[in-house]
């Protein structure tokens, strides 16, 4: 009996993946529990296991391709094979039976067999609407035969009305989710996954000649790594669908100096490694997102019954975007509005240390609320970063420059040499007014500038 492999759930906010590489060939017999492949999300990289004891018959997603969760990657079979038959397997369907590339996506997103539908009387080669034809045909006999068990498919307005112009089977969609209701990201995605299938099929049957590429000798082209064609396609959309606002601010970290040093002098005292200044920023952002929610926000189309809206939440997850030789990944720190600072200073080590090794698990690159990064440490004085999908708002951290700064008091005024910090927040526009950001920002510097408030 064959089997589709699916990309499946890797973590709790996965919703696509990266196949990096195939462990085993078409053909080949597979053990269930070994790695089969690895995939790769939110640039960390992970095996996906064989399910069952078989042979792997077609391969339908090939390295570099981007899926979302549920679209097929290949076709398992768990018949004990002969070498006639293991032959066969090793040809793919498309070659043995003539077909469209459309009527060979649409196969593939309903695992339905090529074989099967042109042993029912469809003339070659076959087309989508035969395997739509065929789809309605076994939905018809299943419908007759569980006529008072079949379920209704629930679906919003917006749903059926996009289903209805591009002509998705609801049904199909329906059989992923059992006993939800299906919304208009759920149609979107399926459109999304049945456009990659289908150009990645056409790919395939149409090869276009090579680009010619001129040679220039001083120059030489790198292609991009997974976790780079990650961070682009991210940024890139980012950019292209969140409007942009910025916020530039500087605080005095005489007192968060002062403050740092006291602190790490005590835990150095008891054989304890010292905080960062970095986990002090951390935990002086978590105590001002705390007190400013609307920056723990995330603006989400079509969430509500097709119209748009704003996920509050309630967990600060901090994001600490972090260097590292394969690339530059966000390991979290989570419930950090729960942690004190020395728990923020430990669980930031041991993040950064796992990122730079590459042992980072998928649910501690995930879930992320809020980003800080920080390039102080490379001696830029102030830059803008941009949101990460999924979140509303980044913090841009520079050095500490010790320069002027002018002092009132009790009427009179001094100029004093002081440590001085310029941050920067980049916010959704959608999501924040210029007041909402500034309040928060004016909250983190009344932490930092009084970080005794902290303790």
């Known amino acids: 009996m064959e089997k589709s492999l699916t990309m499946p759930k890797l973590g709790a906010t996965m919703t696509e993946g990266t196949v990096l590489r195939w462990l085993y060939r078409p053909g080949e017999r597979i053990t269930k529990g070994e790695p089969l492949l690895e995939v790769m999300t939110d640039k960390v990289n992970i095996e996906v296991e064989a399910p069952m004891d078989g042979f792997l018959l077609k391969v339908l997603a090939q390295d570099g391709d981007v899926l979302p969760i549920g679209a097929p990657l290949a076709l398992l079979s768990d018949e004990a094979a002969t070498q006639a038959s293991t032959e066969t397997a090793r040809i793919p369907f498309s070659e043995r039976i003539a077909s469209t590339p459309a ?4 196969a ?101 000649p090579p680009v010619p590429v001129a040679e220039v000798e001083d120059e030489t082209i790198v292609a991009l790594t997974p976790a780079r064609q990650l961070i682009a396609q991210r940024m890139q959309q980012s950019s292209s669908t969140t409007p942009h606002i910025y916020l530039d601010l500087e605080i ?53 019954q097709g119209k748009d809206g704003i996920r509050q939440r309630k967990a600060v997850h901090i994001g600490i975007a972090t260097d590292t030789e394969r690339a530059l990944i966000t390991p979290v720190i989570r419930n950090a509005h729960q942690l004190s600072l020395p728990a923020i200073a430990s669980e930031l080590r041991r993040l950064t240390l796992a990122a730079r090794q590459g042992t980072l698990k998928p649910e501690e690159v995930t879930g992320a609320s809020f980003t800080i990064s920080n390039l102080g440490m490379y001696g830029i004085d102030t830059f803008h970063a941009i949101i990460v999908p999924g979140q509303s708002a980044i913090l841009a951290v520079g050095k ?35 007041a909402g950001g500034s309040r928060f920002l004016h909250q983190f510097k009344l932490f930092l500038e009084n970080p005794y408030l902290l303790l």
């Open 400 to 434: 500490v420059t010790r320069r002027g700064v002018v002092i009132e008091e009790g009427g009179n005024a001094r100029l004093e040499i002081r440590p001085v910090m310029k941050v920067s927040l980049s916010a959704d526009h959608r999501v924040l007014d210029g």
């Open 103 to 106: 009527a060979k996506r649409e």
């Open 108 to 208: 593939a997103l309903r695992h339905i067999d090529l074989q099967v539908v042109a042993s029912s009387g469809a003339r070659l080669p076959l087309t989508r609407d035969d395997i739509l034809a065929f789809a309605r045909q076994q939905a018809d006999t299943r419908k007759e035969g569980e006529r008072t068990l079949a379920p209704t498919v629930q679906a919003t307005p917006l749903a059926q009305k996009i289903a209805r112009e591009h002509s998705v089977d609801l049904a199909v969609l329906a059989e992923r989710k059992p006993g939800e209701k299906l919304t208009r990201a759920d149609v979107e995605a399926y459109l999304q996954q049945a456009a990659h299938a289908e150009s990645r099929v056409g790919e395939a049957e149409t090869v276009a």
């Open 252 to 304: 005095d970290m005489t007192e968060a100096q002062r403050c740092h040093r006291s602190i790490g002098q005590h835990l150095q005292a008891q054989g304890e490694p010292p905080p960062s200044l970095t986990a002090l920023i951390v935990r002086a952002a978590a105590a001002a997102i705390a007190l400013h929610p609307e920056v723990n926000t995330v603006f989400e189309p079509g969430i509500l």
